[in-house]
């Protein structure tokens, strides 16, 4: 009983740390993209055409450089129902599974 309790645990470990680590390279990238907006107060829950001012095109650089940093493919019908960092951050917690290999560089 308590190494099927040690296992749950590690698993509520990784799957924590896991979020932790894809929420925070998400909002990285956001803050770098909105570096040039001069745009500072932002959360999760912030919209990115209505709220952070995301064009088209600022959009797709953000799929695309999570996509490079996360080593995953977003479908592009997936990736135009993202409306909030929230939204992504939810849809790369589903797809990985296994240990993140994030890259350092673009």
């Known amino acids: 009983m308590a190494v ?22 998400v909002m ?21 055409v209505e709220d952070l001012c995301f064009d088209e095109l600022e959009i797709y650089e953000l799929i695309y450089r999570i996509e490079n940093k996360f080593k995953v493919a977003i479908p592009e019908s997936v990736a135009e129902e993202f409306t909030s ?18 890259e350092e560089e673009l």
């Open 4 to 25: 099927n309790e040690n296992k749950e645990e590690k698993k509520t470990e990784y799957d924590n740390s896991k979020a932790e680590k894809i929420a925070q390279v």
């Open 28 to 48: 990285q990238q956001v803050q770098e993209i909105l570096s040039s907006n001069l745009l500072k107060n932002f959360n999760v829950m912030s919209r990115f």
């Open 85 to 102: 960092p929230i939204d992504l951050i939810g849809y790369l917690n589903i797809i990985i599974r296994e240990p993140l290999n994030i």
